[in-house]
């Protein structure tokens, strides 16, 4: 990450008013579509709760074409529905045609079982809700089956 990326993504937690973090947000959203930083950077940066919920703001800006290769990165962002910007991130997710994320929700999803974790599980179940999937629409349907019962929603 470059230093003026780093100075913007680090001013996001000390401005003095709306105006002034809508204007950091936008100046972060302006350089990434400018290929001055990557995208990847908006994803729960220095691996401080403090920053996620101002980046999932950002994040709420760009495109599927935009996010489409860091997809699973923000499905992260789920394993507790409880993370500053999870909601956004999942609402933001949930925005998209489920049908060009099945493929990388599966491999989520398959990460989760191997993992047993049952808190990321429910934040996907979550997902799953907002974004209207059911059964018929994974091309692995006994994935559904598992995440479901692993959340204990069955």
């Not at 800006?61 to 993370?83: A, G, M, P, Q, S």
Request: charged fraction near 35%.
């Amino acid at each position: 990450m470059d230093k003026e990326t780093e100075d913007i993504l680090r001013s996001l937690i000390h401005y003095k008013s709306e105006s002034d973090g809508e204007n950091l947000r936008q100046e972060l959203y302006d350089r990434i579509k400018s290929g001055k930083a990557d995208i990847s950077v908006l994803v729960m940066p220095f691996n401080n709760s403090l920053y996620w919920y101002q980046t999932a703001l950002v994040l709420e800006r760009f495109c599927f074409d935009d996010v489409r290769f860091i997809v699973k990165d923000l499905f992260r962002w789920l394993e507790d529905i409880n993370f500053p910007g999870a909601r956004e991130v999942m609402y933001f997710l949930a925005s998209f045609d489920k049908g060009k994320l099945i493929k990388d929700l599966e491999e989520v999803m398959e990460d989760i079982l191997e993992k047993n974790d049952d808190c990321w599980a429910y934040g996907v179940v979550c997902y799953l809700s907002r974004a209207g999937c059911n059964r018929e629409d994974f091309r692995t349907p006994e994935l559904y089956d598992k995440i479901m019962k692993l959340a204990d929603c069955d």
